[in-house]
């Protein structure tokens, strides 16, 4: 009915719940679990929510007009995975030994894949560089290097080296 929502959401992120006023435009089902696409107000633009962490939700008697350059099927293309946002251009090295592996599927509808040297393949991608991204390209490592964009590779060594204090002890 295009009401404006108070939720109660759990974020895994920050381990808390916080509380969004948000425009629901489309609920999708996608891997078993139902998300919602809705405008957050805190951060004018459109989020992933998934429904099972959304803990509250107090609908109110405000209206919205979903705007008309907003196209649910051009969100979500830009995901890797369910988590739409803003693509950006990607590009991964993977080594050899992971040469077969990245060739053999389709990861994305705008990949691009080419030969690299000594048996390696570049992967190039418009994706929104977020979690499942991340994830993704950690899954390969040590035989994978993001070349770009830069932050999405700092993002990534910066999640290693809390990784690896952890695991030392250090933190």
Do not use: C
Request: aromatic share 12%.
């Amino acid at each position: 009915h295009q009401k404006r929502a108070r939720i109660e959401y759990f974020s895994f992120h920050s381990r808390k719940t916080k509380t969004y006023r948000v425009d629901p435009y489309r609920l999708v089902y996608w891997h078993g679990g139902l998300y919602l696409y809705a405008r957050a107000e805190e951060y004018d633009e459109v989020r992933t929510f998934a429904v099972e962490r959304i803990e509250k939700i107090d609908v109110s008697e405000q209206s919205f007009e979903v705007p008309a350059d907003f196209d649910a099927s051009a969100y979500a293309r830009g995901a890797f995975g369910i988590a739409g946002g803003k693509p950006e251009a990607v590009e991964i090295v993977f080594d050899a030994e992971m040469a077969g592996y990245i060739q053999e599927r389709v990861w994305h509808e705008s990949q691009q894949i080419e030969s690299g040297p000594n048996g390696s393949v570049v992967l190039r991608m418009n994706v929104a560089p977020g979690f499942e991204l991340k994830s993704w390209i950690k899954g390969f490592l040590p035989h994978v290097k993001v070349v770009k964009p830069a932050s999405l590779r700092a993002d990534i060594a910066a999640e290693l080296e809390a990784a690896r204090k952890d695991f030392a002890g250090k933190r």
